[in-house]
């Protein structure tokens, strides 16, 4: 059974209508993407997929509708959201951000342990753990932003444009980290990117968006392969 099943899944911001009616599923443990230019529709569909936005069709996680409930209780789900803009809180440490990460969870233990485990695969953080978020670079914001998702224990994570504004050394950084988290805690992404080539790289299956529909969709090497759709649709 997939772990996130999406089916006929439109989306309104008012009167107007952002998707119509798109259809993909994500395995457990598995990576997907979500590709396609500025305006398809990529970030909102994560958004709808969160409750952020009204929404027509059906969601399932886990075999469970959540089409309809509340952000707050998607997330209890454990689905956790990385939004673009990394929506890091500055006025507070980097520490206080983690924390609030975990805002869901009451195992004082287990927050502490898993604080420990962000520092793991962020090293950097543990070293800026008391300094105001907002003066982290757009890197660390970035790392800050997954390491927050993290301290939910989520099983699927919803990434939006994790490469947006990183130097290439920081994103192949970001991406090696990411790869290690599913691989070895099994958590399973939905990935929106601007950057098909390190998206197809890094995930499992591609889906591509033009104006809210999802005009073609594959294996990442599949996609990869197929010149007529890097010329056409990713333009590389």
Request: net charge negative; hydrophobic share 40%.
């Amino acid at each position: 059974m997939a772990l996130l099943d999406v089916n006929n899944l439109e989306a309104f911001y008012g009167p107007i209508q952002a998707l119509h009616g798109i259809s993909f599923s994500l395995e457990q443990g598995g990576i997907t993407t979500i590709l396609g230019a500025n305006g398809a529709g990529k970030t909102t569909t994560l958004r709808a997929i969160c409750g952020m936005v009204k929404t027509g069709g059906d969601v399932k996680f886990d075999g469970e509708s959540i089409a309809g409930k509340k952000t707050e209780s998607i997330v209890r789900y454990g689905v956790a959201h990385v939004p673009e803009g990394r929506g890091t809180f500055v006025r507070v440490s980097t520490e206080d951000n983690l924390r609030l990460g975990a805002y869901s969870r009451r195992d004082a233990a287990g927050i502490a342990e898993d604080m420990e485990r962000v520092y793991g695969y962020f090293p950097r953080l543990k070293e800026r753990r008391e300094q105001q978020a907002g003066t982290l670079s757009g890197g660390e914001q970035q790392m800050l932003a997954v390491g927050r998702a993290l301290m939910l224990r989520p099983r699927l994570m919803l990434l939006d444009e994790p490469s947006f504004g990183l130097a290439p050394l920081i994103v192949r950084e970001l991406f090696e980290i990411l790869r290690v988290i599913n691989k070895e805690e099994g958590v399973s992404m939905l990935l929106v990117e601007q950057n098909a080539t390190l998206a197809l790289n890094l995930a499992d299956n591609a889906y591509l968006l033009e104006t809210g529909r999802v005009v073609i969709s594959g294996t990442s090497d599949e996609i990869s392969a197929d010149e007529t759709i890097r010329q056409s649709y990713l333009g590389y």
